[in-house]
């Protein structure tokens, strides 16, 4: 008898508690936010007026992270710069970690990242009869961090960080609610 009291107790005290309400909508607010970090974006080819639906993240640095399906069925992420004053180095691809996993800066097949001065992109698989077999793929949707290390053409070494929060749901959106996904 006396446990429910207390609970009864309990819960009167947070009705009518204003520090309870500020938590209950801190903790609603930062689920929120966590979610949107992703969001679905559309590209445009201003030849062809082709348009691509794409899982985009920008970190606070302004970094940004999209993962797309190509006209051909590739499954592509491309890391971009925050500002077109800088450059990646010549001939060298930015490495990623998907929280403890290996660091890798290679595509699928071992091939190396297709690389411009401001972005680099890295293919991580194919569709294949509404299949997509990737453990590239699986751990960016599934993870908790990437992390991308560089170096920009003056010499600099830099590193950024992407939270996946929210990163399943828009990759599966711009992927296609048909496709599977195999580690």
């Known amino acids: 008898m006396s446990n429910n009291l207390s609970i009864k107790l309990v819960i009167n005290s947070l009705q009518h508690s204003p520090l309870a309400l500020l938590l209950v909508l801190i903790l609603l607010f930062s689920s929120f936010s966590a ?19 794409v899982a985009f993240s920008e970190n606070k640095d302004g970094y940004s992270l999209e993962i797309y399906k190509d006209s051909v069925g590739a499954i592509r992420t491309r890391f971009s710069l925050n500002t077109a004053l800088d450059m ?12 403890t996993r290996l660091i890798d800066n290679r595509s699928i097949n071992d ?5 411009d001065m401001v972005w680099s992109e890295f293919v991580l698989g194919y569709v294949t009869n509404f299949n997509v077999t990737s453990a ?3 751990a960016l949707m599934n993870g908790s961090t990437v992390t991308f290390r560089f170096m920009l053409e003056n010499g600099s070494y830099m590193e950024t960080s992407f939270s996946l929060a929210g990163s399943k749901r828009a990759t599966l959106s711009v992927l296609g609610n048909n496709i599977t996904i195999t580690p």
Do not use: G, V
Request: proline share 5%.
């Open 88 to 99: 990646f180095a010549k001939r060298t691809c930015p490495t990623y970690q998907i929280d």
């Open 136 to 138: 590239k793929l699986n």
């Open 111 to 115: 091939a190396p990242c297709l690389t």
């Open 35 to 53: 979610a949107a970090e992703w969001k679905i974006i559309t590209h445009t080819d201003t030849n062809s007026e082709t348009q691509t639906q």
